[in-house]
């Protein structure tokens, strides 16, 4: 139990640990991008229906306006979060979950935020296809952006970012 709390809390950990604790990471900036996401959503760039959970749960008054109008407005919300939710995740990454050093730090930074980019697009693009084809909730759709986003951060920041 001692050798996991090590691994937890300090810089060397065995692969399971370390996805763990990129879950955890990944998590907070999760939470970070929807809470943005949901903020922008609302008073910014509206992007929710009445069949919102939160919206219902809260008695919320939202505008109505056409699914492709609405899947504009959440691919703007999408990207005013990421640019926010990302460098929680950078910064994140690197103090706990990965080891610097494969690359210069400029160009570190660099690839992080396209590969994130990379992923923000084929995440966003599902979503507004979700949205304008099926008619799915925002909030549907934004779920299907995260796990794919997920999925291609993983490999790429392990695989090629950073030093394992």
């Known amino acids: 139990m001692h050798s996991l709390w090590k691994q937890f809390t300090g810089r060397e950990h065995g692969p399971f640990v370390q996805f763990v604790k990129y879950g955890i990471c ?16 609302l ?4 992007a929710l229906t009445e069949r919102e959970f939160v919206v219902q749960i809260l008695h919320l008054q939202v505008p109505l306006m056409s699914d492709a109008v609405r899947a504009n407005n959440a691919a703007w919300d999408n990207f005013a979060a990421f640019i926010f939710s990302n ?4 910064l994140l990454n690197i103090l ?16 992080f935020y396209a590969v994130s980019g990379f ?3 084929i995440g966003t693009g599902l979503q507004t296809w979700l949205i304008v084809h099926f008619g799915l909730t925002t909030t549907v759709a ?7 986003s997920m999925l291609i951060n993983f490999a790429m920041r392990k695989f090629v970012i950073f030093n394992g």
Not at 26 to 41: C, E, I, P, Q, T
Not at 87 to 90: D, E, N, Q, R, S
Not at 142 to 148: E, Q, R, Y
Request: proline fraction near 2%.
């Open 96 to 111: 706990w979950v990965f080891k610097r050093g494969r690359h210069h730090w400029l160009v570190e930074i660099g690839m």
């Open 26 to 41: 990944g998590g907070v900036a999760v939470v970070v991008h929807v809470a943005l996401f949901s903020v922008m959503a």
């Open 119 to 121: 992923s923000f697009l």
């Open 43 to 46: 008073l910014v760039f509206p």
């Open 87 to 90: 460098l929680t995740a950078y």
């Open 142 to 148: 934004f779920g299907a952006n995260l796990v794919t």
